[in-house]
Protein backbone atom coordinates (compact mmCIF):
# COMPACT_ATOMS: atom_id res chain seq x y z
CA UNK A 1 0.00 0.00 0.00
CA UNK A 2 1.17 3.60 -0.86
CA UNK A 3 1.10 6.51 1.74
CA UNK A 4 0.32 9.29 0.25
CA UNK A 5 0.87 12.68 2.63
CA UNK A 6 -0.93 15.75 1.85
CA UNK A 7 0.54 18.69 2.64
CA UNK A 8 -0.87 21.85 4.39
CA UNK A 9 -1.80 23.85 1.75
CA UNK A 10 -3.38 21.00 -0.08
CA UNK A 11 -6.01 20.31 2.08
CA UNK A 12 -7.17 23.75 1.16
CA UNK A 13 -7.94 23.44 -2.44
CA UNK A 14 -11.45 21.42 -1.24
CA UNK A 15 -12.71 24.97 0.15
CA UNK A 16 -10.78 27.06 -1.97
CA UNK A 17 -11.18 25.73 -5.88
CA UNK A 18 -14.02 23.25 -5.17
CA UNK A 19 -12.16 20.48 -5.96
CA UNK A 20 -13.04 17.00 -4.56
CA UNK A 21 -9.70 16.16 -3.96
CA UNK A 22 -10.65 12.49 -2.74
CA UNK A 23 -12.64 11.62 -5.47
CA UNK A 24 -9.60 12.63 -7.95
CA UNK A 25 -7.42 10.57 -5.56
CA UNK A 26 -9.38 8.06 -6.39
CA UNK A 27 -9.40 8.79 -10.13
CA UNK A 28 -5.84 9.16 -10.88
CA UNK A 29 -4.73 5.84 -8.30
CA UNK A 30 -4.96 2.38 -9.63
CA UNK A 31 -2.98 1.14 -6.81
CA UNK A 32 -4.49 1.24 -3.22
CA UNK A 33 -3.25 4.05 -0.86
CA UNK A 34 -3.57 5.55 2.44
CA UNK A 35 -4.30 8.94 3.38
CA UNK A 36 -1.99 10.67 6.06
CA UNK A 37 -0.83 14.09 7.31
CA UNK A 38 1.14 15.14 10.30
CA UNK A 39 0.79 16.40 13.66
CA UNK A 40 2.38 20.20 12.50
CA UNK A 41 -0.19 20.07 9.96
CA UNK A 42 -3.45 19.83 12.14
CA UNK A 43 -1.71 23.02 14.13
CA UNK A 44 -1.00 25.18 11.58
CA UNK A 45 -4.19 24.95 10.01
CA UNK A 46 -5.49 25.69 13.88
CA UNK A 47 -3.20 29.05 13.38
CA UNK A 48 -4.75 29.81 10.33
CA UNK A 49 -8.36 29.44 12.04
CA UNK A 50 -6.84 31.65 15.33
CA UNK A 51 -5.00 34.50 13.22
CA UNK A 52 -6.81 34.68 9.71
CA UNK A 53 -9.84 35.82 8.42
CA UNK A 54 -11.93 35.48 5.41
CA UNK A 55 -11.62 32.80 3.18
CA UNK A 56 -7.84 31.59 4.66
CA UNK A 57 -9.87 30.55 8.16
CA UNK A 58 -12.76 29.17 5.99
CA UNK A 59 -10.30 27.06 4.35
CA UNK A 60 -8.45 25.94 7.31
CA UNK A 61 -11.89 25.36 9.21
CA UNK A 62 -13.32 22.83 6.46
CA UNK A 63 -9.75 21.21 5.99
CA UNK A 64 -9.90 20.27 9.65
CA UNK A 65 -13.01 18.98 9.57
CA UNK A 66 -12.39 17.16 6.58
CA UNK A 67 -9.51 15.10 8.38
CA UNK A 68 -11.80 14.33 10.63
CA UNK A 69 -14.70 13.01 8.05
CA UNK A 70 -12.38 11.18 5.66
CA UNK A 71 -9.86 9.80 8.83
CA UNK A 72 -7.20 11.06 7.19
CA UNK A 73 -4.23 9.43 9.65
CA UNK A 74 -2.25 11.62 11.42
CA UNK A 75 1.60 10.89 11.67
CA UNK A 76 3.20 12.51 15.26
CA UNK A 77 6.62 13.58 14.49
CA UNK A 78 9.02 15.64 16.66
CA UNK A 79 8.54 19.60 15.80
CA UNK A 80 9.83 20.59 12.56
CA UNK A 81 8.47 22.34 9.56
CA UNK A 82 6.18 20.06 7.78
CA UNK A 83 8.26 20.15 4.28
CA UNK A 84 11.70 19.13 6.40
CA UNK A 85 9.05 16.55 7.82
CA UNK A 86 7.62 15.72 4.58
CA UNK A 87 11.51 15.57 3.13
CA UNK A 88 12.76 13.19 5.99
CA UNK A 89 10.04 10.87 5.68
CA UNK A 90 10.70 9.30 1.80
CA UNK A 91 10.56 6.14 0.48
CA UNK A 92 9.69 4.43 -2.69
CA UNK A 93 5.87 3.78 -1.22
CA UNK A 94 5.29 7.69 -0.59
CA UNK A 95 3.63 9.95 -2.74
CA UNK A 96 3.58 13.43 -1.72
CA UNK A 97 0.07 16.17 -2.37
CA UNK A 98 1.18 19.47 -2.14
CA UNK A 99 1.20 22.89 -4.13
CA UNK A 100 4.26 24.44 -2.65
CA UNK A 101 6.75 25.22 -5.71
CA UNK A 102 9.74 25.14 -3.55
CA UNK A 103 8.82 21.58 -1.94
CA UNK A 104 7.71 19.87 -5.69
CA UNK A 105 11.30 21.19 -6.90
CA UNK A 106 12.57 19.18 -4.17
CA UNK A 107 10.50 16.20 -4.50
CA UNK A 108 11.00 15.41 -7.76
CA UNK A 109 14.72 16.20 -7.34
CA UNK A 110 14.44 13.08 -5.16
CA UNK A 111 12.47 11.04 -7.63
CA UNK A 112 9.06 11.38 -5.69
CA UNK A 113 5.87 10.97 -7.17
CA UNK A 114 3.82 14.19 -6.58
CA UNK A 115 0.15 15.32 -6.85
CA UNK A 116 -0.46 18.60 -8.15
CA UNK A 117 -3.75 20.38 -8.50
CA UNK A 118 -4.15 21.62 -12.61
CA UNK A 119 -5.94 24.34 -14.15
CA UNK A 120 -7.68 24.74 -10.15
CA UNK A 121 -10.16 22.01 -10.92
CA UNK A 122 -8.52 18.36 -11.53
CA UNK A 123 -5.91 16.36 -9.93
CA UNK A 124 -2.43 15.03 -11.62
CA UNK A 125 -0.11 12.32 -10.72
CA UNK A 126 3.53 13.27 -11.74
CA UNK A 127 6.37 10.72 -11.53
CA UNK A 128 9.79 11.52 -12.55
CA UNK A 129 12.21 8.95 -13.81
CA UNK A 130 15.63 8.51 -12.15
Do not use: H, W
Not at 10 to 33: A, G, M, N, Q
Not at 35 to 45: H, N, Y
Amino acid sequence: MKRIIIDTNFLLVPFKYRVDIFSEFSRICDFTYGLFIFGQSIEELGRIVQSQSGMDKKAAQFALKLVNLKNIGIINSPARDVDSLILADLDKDTIVATQDLQLKKKLLAKSTTIIVLRQKKYLQLIKKAL
